[in-house]
């Protein structure tokens, strides 16, 4: 039971997480990852080594801990963590293994001249009712998504149907349910976890699904990283035919219904969310804007399919911007970066719109920012991270 005191405390060890926050989280995860190796699977190693897990878990720690007595405040930060766990399958078991690794590494990173025992024992309540919060929605949406029609509960069994190459860095793989049962549909913008078998060690990784579910089979489409564990398997040795777990799809960055002309941008893989909110979009005539920025011709995927269809299709308008062009190949609207005075161009007239935009993290910063001066309302303005939740700003 969180008290009065409990909050108190917690709320008081603030600026200490403003200040060293990130290095509290990393000393967690050195913990934790080092002596319970059943929760490596859950984690994606290149973020651990690139700084962007840590950072990311140091600012809702810190978040939750501001707003301790005021969880409202918090805005989607809790729905997006729940997502993220209900796509890698976090189940009750990995939270005592959670909470034992923090309060140590609050004991061992402050010192226990900070960390006396009332702090501990207030970050321990703060963290049980965070705890049970998270682990009711979880398994409140567990068991929505078994008892929904082609739903499923943990992991369930997909076959490699077909794969294919849409860039020179980026490849699809169609995956068909292995029992031949119907598949749970989902709303556009939702990903998908999956699990493997690398060389013995088990891997999850969240994808996008792109394209919305059609004829029993599930799409992503995934870019070849420098170095990627995951997505070096995919491209290079999963082929037709093999076998690997789903769970059930989630996310809450999803294609709301509106009558709003509709603005998608993205920039690389990006794409792959924008790709069934553009089908959803089009079962309605709203007005579309389709902006994708790309390094250059060769890496850009999908564009003949998003061709075909702003041919079929007159409320959609495609814009294309790379950031280099030989002057080979289709033609693109903008060679450099995409930018204000160009972005102001392709927008409609208009700025009452809905605008979704994905991508690296600094082309998010920049879209930001230009939509904002561009007239188009902060609230209207959407987009989400592929990897740990990061500032913009």
Not at 3 to 29: C, M, N
Not at 49 to 76: C, E, K
């Amino acid at each position: 039971m969180l008290t009065a005191q409990d909050r108190a405390i917690v709320k008081s060890t603030v600026p200490l997480l403003e200040s060293g926050g990130e290095a509290l989280i990393t000393h967690f995860y050195r913990l934790m990852l080092s002596e319970y190796p059943q929760v490596r699977p859950l984690f994606n190693q290149a973020n651990q080594a690139s700084g962007d897990q840590p950072r990311a878990l140091a600012n809702g720690v810190l978040m939750y801990a501001r707003h301790i007595d005021q969880l409202d405040q918090l805005g989607d930060l809790v729905a997006k963590i729940i997502n993220k766990h209900v796509a890698l399958q976090i189940l009750p078991e990995h939270y005592p293994i959670v909470g034992t690794c923090l309060l140590r590494a609050i004991e061992e990173v402050l010192g226990s001249d900070i960390a006396t025992p009332e702090v501990l024992a207030a970050w321990g309540a703060a963290y049980g009712q965070l705890a049970d919060i998270l682990i009711g929605a979880e398994a409140a949406i567990y068991d929505q998504k078994a008892a929904a029609p082609g739903g499923w509960r943990g992991g369930r069994e997909f076959k490699l149907a077909a794969r294919i190459q849409e860039s020179a860095e980026i490849t699809s793989f169609y995956f068909r349910p292995v029992d031949q049962q119907p598949i749970l549909e989902f709303e556009a913008g939702q990903y998908i976890g999956i699990k493997l078998d690398i060389d013995g060690v088990e891997a999850r990784r969240n994808y996008s699904l792109s394209a919305l579910a059609q004829v029993g089979r599930y799409r992503i489409s995934v870019k070849r990283e420098a170095g990627g564990v995951v997505s070096n398997f995919l491209h290079d040795r999963l082929q037709v035919g093999d076998i690997v777990e789903l769970f059930p799809p989630a996310g809450e960055f999803t294609l709301t219904a509106s009558d709003k002309p509709l603005v998608l941008i993205s920039g690389g893989v990006g794409i792959t969310p924008t790709l069934p909110m553009l089908e959803a979009a089009l079962a309605t005539q709203r007005p579309i804007h389709f902006i994708h920025c790309a390094r250059n011709a060769q890496v850009h995927a999908f564009r003949g399919w998003v061709d075909e269809l702003a041919e079929q299709f007159p409320q959609l308008q495609r814009f294309y911007c790379y950031a280099e062009h030989d002057g080979q190949g289709p033609a693109v609207d903008h060679v450099g970066m995409l930018n204000a005075e160009v972005l102001e161009k392709w927008l409609p007239e208009d700025r009452d719109v809905d605008a979704y935009f994905l991508g690296p993290k600094g082309f998010m910063g920049a879209i930001k920012r230009q939509l904002k001066a561009l007239g188009v309302p902060e609230k209207q303005s959407r987009y989400e991270f592929f990897g740990p939740a990061a500032a913009l700003e």
